[in-house]
């Protein structure tokens, strides 16, 4: 039996995810918590299997919480479920090494899905995030140029194309049709999309 904790300051969503695991005899939840503070100071002496953290419109930074659960607890399987869709988030938080992560709209079957995968050692990014049940690219090598490489770079870092163009000195209408070629080659359906399947093909380094 695994041990879960979840830190969300959103009632509803604690409720929510207590119900999802209390159905399901693998795991037993050994704390929950609404506040961020309260589960950084008690995430040592719980040690669980896995920790649930909810990410909302109105909870603090998410990545500084991730960085700080990771500084007091190094290697502690976290899973993600996050409200905001913000692509500055999602890539912060999946280059610190989180494991997993859901969006509000994964239903009850992904998030233990996520949940079993997370905690045998494997990522899980949901269907919301990233077509993962359409394969990532791993089998097959894609070629980018030197240019296309440096604009993936700055588009995961949220950079808009007229930010980009000034950073490298290109055009807004060049580097929206580097992006459309970058979408192209990885049959990426949107930025967030893009940006993790370019992490799984360690084209940028988490």
């Known amino acids: 039996m695994?041990?879960?904790?979840?830190?969300?300051?959103?009632?509803?969503?604690?409720?929510?995810?207590?119900?999802?695991?209390?159905?399901?005899?693998?795991?037993?939840?050994?704390?929950?918590?609404?506040d961020y503070d309260e589960c950084l100071k008690e995430l040592p002496a719980l040690q669980p299997d896995l920790l649930v953290l909810g990410v909302t419109v109105h909870s603090v930074d998410g990545p500084s919480?991730?960085?700080?659960i990771l500084k007091i607890r190094p290697g502690q399987k976290i899973l993600v479920i996050d409200t905001k869709e913000n692509i500055h988030d999602i890539v912060a938080i999946l280059r610190m090494g989180v494991q997993g992560y859901v969006l509000k709209q994964c239903d009850r079957a992904e998030i233990l899905e996520a949940t079993r995968q997370v905690l045998s050692g494997k990522t899980f990014f949901c269907s919301n995030v990233?077509?993962?049940?359409?394969?990532?690219?791993g089998e097959r090598e894609i070629q980018?140029?030197?240019?296309?490489?440096?604009?993936?770079?700055?588009?995961?870092?949220?950079l808009t194309n007229n930010e980009i163009g000034d950073r490298i000195f290109l055009s807004a209408h060049t580097v929206a049709t580097h992006r459309k070629n970058l979408m192209r080659k990885f049959e990426a359906s949107n930025n967030v999309d893009l940006v993790i399947r370019a992490i799984k093909?360690?084209?940028?380094?988490p």
């Open 65 to 68: 919480v991730v960085k700080k």
């Open 201 to 205: 093909n360690r084209l940028i380094v």
């Open 130 to 137: 990233v077509r993962l049940n359409r394969g990532l690219h």
């Open 144 to 158: 980018l140029s030197e240019r296309e490489l440096q604009v993936l770079s700055l588009i995961a870092e949220g």
């Open 2 to 34: 695994k041990n879960i904790v979840i830190s969300d300051p959103n009632y509803l969503v604690r409720e929510g995810l207590k119900s999802v695991f209390s159905e399901n005899p693998s795991f037993c939840l050994a704390a929950e918590f609404s």
